[in-house]
């Protein structure tokens, strides 16, 4: 069974920092992974989604990278701001189902 | 354009109550979700609907029971509710299955079981 941990549970960093995000996953036959960011009382965005070929993918100041034989991923935001402060899950396609399985979450705090 | 939409928004039931929890999408997707999330933890699927007219179970399916009433609507039923089952419950919706990827959240019902 695929199991999926985030590392750091919790991060609170100052506004500015580069910071990273950890996803590991159990199981390396993966169809993609992606990036949720989930604000608090609200749904799950989807922010990005690497394809199993695929190394990486960015969107503006947010980089995935994705490293399956490891299985391992990590979400890096330059120059965090306020704004970003959420809570940021990571979900992986497994191959025999459609249905992804998630992580916990990071819960981040970035203060002015 | 609502995208999904659920209600209600917050609920408080006694134990041994039941209730059922609405989700409605206007997107034309075929297959639609239900997931709970509970405190420190990631989502879990509890049953799915690929297409319209059938459902199938997730990871959590016990004490719950789903309808896919038409194409728009999918509905989450707890017959008894337990205080287990105190959560905040998500439905969502993709195009297809073969997009689950691709799914669209609706923002929650948190559910408190006293």
Known sequence: KQEVTQIPAALSVP????LVLNCSFTDSAIYNLQWFRQDPGKGLTSLLLIQSSQREQTSG????????????STLYIAASQPGDSATYLCAVENGGSY???????TSLIVHP | NAGVTQTPKFQVLKTGQSMTLQCAQDMNHNSMYWYRQDPGMGLRLIYYSASEGTTDKGEV????NVSRLNKREFSLRLESAAPSQTSVYFCASSETLDRAYEQYFGP???????
Do not use: Q
């Not at chain 1, 506004?15 to 580069?18: A, D, P, S, V």
């Not at chain 1, 249905?99 to 979450?105: A, E, L, N, Q």
């Not at chain 2, 929650?108 to 006293?114: E, I, K």
């Open chain 1, 15 to 18: 506004e500015g920092e580069n």
């Open chain 1, 99 to 105: 249905i992804p399985t998630f992580g916990r979450g």
């Open chain 1, 61 to 72: 100041r947010l980089n995935a990278s994705l490293d399956k034989s490891s299985g391992r």
């Open chain 2, 108 to 114: 929650g019902t948190r559910l408190t079981v006293t």
């Open chain 2, 61 to 64: 399916p016990n004490g719950y």
